[in-house]
């Protein structure tokens, strides 16, 4: 993530009344924001789209930015609300679809090889795969701590937790995630 007082002077700018250096903050943080958003609803073009609404209001918002976090903390806590908000509505389309998903990809499983499963993966796909079998709890521990580069404070902050509690939380994902990709892609990994 970019340094915190290039964030904050990008802010400033645009609270100045240059809009167009927003830009500048979509095109460092547009990446970090869809892998987030992702996370929460497994659909691109829904992504996308949330993506784009999460930008909007952080826009809307940008007033209310105090400087006492990263900026990628604070936008962090707007993609969370947003998908909450979104998957509220579509609560039950959601588990419907998600169970879909779950029988597709257990049909297909069954039905390939495992040579062919072997050349088709690489380590980003089993790390990904072995991440949607993590609780979402434990997912995004791990996506704030690697992909997101939040310390634990601030993870925290972001998930109302001591920072003590979210260092053993991780902790434990970590072991989980772990377990699951020896035992899902062990010889894989050994080779």
Not at 149 to 160: A, N, T, Y
Not at 161 to 169: D, E, F, P, S
Request: hydrophobic share 40%.
């Amino acid at each position: 993530m970019p340094g915190d007082q290039d964030d904050i002077a990008v802010i400033q700018k645009i609270l100045q009344g240059q809009q167009n250096a927003y830009a500048v903050l979509v095109n460092r943080y547009q990446s970090y924001v869809f892998t987030l958003v992702m996370r929460y609803v497994n659909d691109r073009e829904l992504a996308e789209e949330l993506a784009q609404d999460v930008f909007v209001k952080a826009y809307r918002y940008l007033a209310d930015f105090k400087g006492n976090s990263k900026f990628s903390t604070w936008l962090y806590t707007i993609v969370h609300t947003t998908c909450l908000s979104h998957m509220r509505k579509k609560k039950d389309e959601t588990i419907l679809l998600e169970e879909e998903k779950m029988i597709s990809i257990s049909d297909h499983t069954f039905s390939q090889k495992s040579s062919e499963k072997l050349e088709q993966k690489t380590q980003k796909q089993m790390l990904e795969n072995a991440m949607k079998h993590l609780p979402a709890s434990d997912a995004q521990l791990v996506t704030l701590f690697y992909m997101a580069e939040q310390s634990m404070d601030e993870i925290g902050i972001i998930l109302g937790l001591t920072a003590g509690n979210v260092k053993v939380r991780l902790f434990r994902a970590r072991q989980k995630l772990k377990e699951i990709l020896e035992s899902k892609y062990g010889k894989e990994l050994i080779s």
